[in-house]
């Protein structure tokens, strides 16, 4: 049985404003999950529900099968990890770490072994004399993190607990979420706007839109078969690359390349036929020059950017433009004229009107 289930969650907020619609999940035991979109699509508000911060308007919250729509934050066994991580800052970071459970009246013996077991984990051994002050933005965060996990939960919520930190230190604490989530085991949800975050942390990602959720997946899932254009665009970086044209006798015509849509699609291309197709491919899917079955286009170079082991290479093709990630090695000249192919394999196709995946 799954360990959390979210069946037709709806928010309405008391303005009317209804932020997240029938969404649906079943979480196991020890998953770690992901909440993936842009900012104001209902991810934080969903965290809230779990957590019990929030009213569900509709639907059903079930841990363990049983129904816990009106149970209290307590009662659901969560922490939570926010944003901006409050710490006491008049106490040192043992007591930081030891409050908690010596509010629930947890003995002495027992706080220090997990206090000390907890800072091992995240590193923090040589710090618990220190005041938060007198720590970097990394090693608060971590503290944080502590606090939550120090409690034994079932589940731990995490909403962009890495937001504040720079660029070097979010990869580390990435990785370092990840290696105690597989310590402790426990059943984690973590909201990001990060695609990244998104994509090395998750076992299943959510994807949502606008209060809906779009896709639900495995990283692998949602990069190589999203279900539509916004999972294609949002995963994936630089994003996946969109041409949108008119189809006529089963072809869509980019610049002076003639592309037979019957390679991808068969018989399917005459449903299209007079309609608009958008056609899909990720920066990192093409091959420079022309290849054997792969659909071929070409365009100017606009702008080069090297970044070390790859680099991007942003196009013009007939006025639509692309990013193409090449090999350093072969980075093409600004202004020219290149060729580059696309595995058909490779390629995805959008319905144009309903942007779902064909
Ligand atoms: P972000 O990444 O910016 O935190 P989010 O995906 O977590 O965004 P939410 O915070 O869940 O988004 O907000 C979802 C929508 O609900 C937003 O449009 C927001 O303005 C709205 N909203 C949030 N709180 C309330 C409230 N108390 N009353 C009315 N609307 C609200």
Redesign the pocket.
Known sequence: MAYLTLKNINKI???G?H?VHDFNLEAEKGEFIVFV??????????LRMIAGLEDISKGEFLINGELANQWGPREREVAMVFQSYALYPNMTVYDNLAFGLSLQGVDEDVIDERVQKTARILGLTDYLDRMPRALSGGQRQRVAVGRSIIRKVGVFLMD?PLSNLDAKQRVTMRSEITQIHRETGATTIY?T?DQTEAMTMADRIVV?KD?YVQQIGTPRDVYFNPVNMFVAGFIGEPPMNFIRRRVENGCIRVGESQLDLSLKLGEKVNEYEGKDIVFGFRPEAIQLGQQENAYVLSGTVELTEMLGDNANVYMDVDQDKAILKVSPHEIPQMDSEISFSIPVDSVYLFDGETEKVI
Not at 37 to 46: A, E, F
């Open positions: 907020y008391p303005n404003f932020a979109g842009p900012s104001g699509c209902g991810k934080s508000t969903t962009e909201v706007h949502m209060g």
